[in-house]
């Protein structure tokens, strides 16, 4: 019997990409690895804005099964509820979450709104445009992208501190009049950060992200440096662990319980990240809430994984299953 086929979906990236954009290939790799040692035939897919083109490769590929790695499209990351999209239009079974789940997840201020009326506690924010609540409170405050990821934003203006709501929303509305793009602005939460991946539903073990000897005047954020600049201070000094003390086990329970929440809230399928922010008095905080999140050899999401006992290739077919059970199909 002949293996069955697995299109492995991704977005096409150039050759000059940046380290961050081209990651998604190093996932490429290991997913279709994992897919041969389960026994399937991976067939990998670039995904652009040829949506017609896209369509035909798929119908002439006719795959038992597609896996969707696609972080954006043309390099847009507003358009990447558009491979799921496609991928129901066409009604082939692919792995991750579903069309509304990524689109309401990856535009942030939807997912602030999720959050909020889900009660799950977020930070404060106010997106560009919007209507200023009658009071935020002073302090800090971070602009984000609505849907880009923070090598796209982040720069020494990102955090700002601010005083009122009046302020957050000039400053938005300057932010937004010289980059072009949308923009929100969320109170920066100065305390522990941790990231919560979920398998199927099923929490991995969970690390926390240590800012070891940063000064008191450098914020403690996991930006571009700290993923992908191997030669920097935030790179060498931003470390995950997954040791703690036994005080810290009903922290930790609160965030496996608040990220499933979040699953439920979302509607997430295959796998998910969630990111903390934890203040002063030890409250969770929701930041953001990653469908698909990046599963490469050296993301997070992997290393929780193994650290759960799991080969790379049992963490894919773990995926692969979840899909077969939400598409009803048999191996």
């Keep these: ?177 010289q980059s072009g793009q949308e923009f929100y602005a969320e109170r920066y939460i100065d305390g522990r950060e941790f990231n919560v991946a979920l398998l199927a539903g099923t929490v991995l073990p969970i690390p926390e992200m240590r800012f070891l000897d940063f000064p008191p005047d450098r914020f403690k954020v996991v930006d571009y440096r700290a993923k992908w600049d191997e030669e920097s201070f935030e790179y060498t000094h931003t470390v995950a662990g997954f040791d703690f003390p036994a005080a810290d086990a009903p922290l930790l329970e609160s965030l496996g319980a608040m990220a499933r929440r979040c699953w439920d809230l979302f509607g997430l399928r295959g796998y998910a990240r969630v990111d903390f922010r934890v203040d002063a008095d030890g409250r969770p905080w929701v930041m953001e809430v990653n469908a698909n999140p990046c599963i490469s050899p050296d993301a997070g999401f992997i290393r929780a994984a193994r650290r759960a006992g799991l080969t790379d290739a049992r963490a894919i077919g773990r995926i692969v299953d979840d899909a077969l059970a939400r598409f009803s199909l048999n191996r």
Excluded at 11 to 31: F, G, I, M, T, Y
Excluded at 105 to 117: F, I, Q, T
Excluded at 137 to 152: C, D, L, M, R, T
Aim: hydrophobic share 45%; aromatic share 8%; net charge positive.
């Design 1 to 177: 019997m002949r293996p069955r086929r697995v299109a492995v979906l991704f977005n096409q990236v150039p050759p000059d990409a940046s380290k961050d954009d081209l990651d998604v290939l190093d996932q490429v790799r290991l997913v279709a690895a994992g897919l041969t040692e389960l026994g399937y035939a991976p067939v990998e897919l670039p995904f652009t804005l040829g949506l017609d083109r896209a369509a035909r490769r798929l119908k002439r590929l006719r795959p038992w099964l597609v896996f969707n790695l696609a972080e954006s499209v043309g390099g847009d990351g507003k358009l990447v509820h558009l491979a799921p999209a496609l991928l129901d239009h066409l009604r082939l079974p692919y792995t991750g979450c579903p069309t509304d789940a990524m689109f309401l997840s990856c535009h942030k201020v939807w997912a602030k709104r999720v959050l909020d009326a889900g009660g799950v506690p977020t930070p404060e924010w106010l997106f560009a445009g919007g209507r200023a609540p009658a009071a935020l409170p002073a302090g800090h405050y971070i602009f984000k992208s609505v849907w880009e990821h923070a090598s796209a934003w982040f720069d020494a203006q990102a955090i700002r501190p601010m005083e009122n709501a009046g302020q957050i929303a000039e400053a938005l509305r300057q932010k937004v009049a």
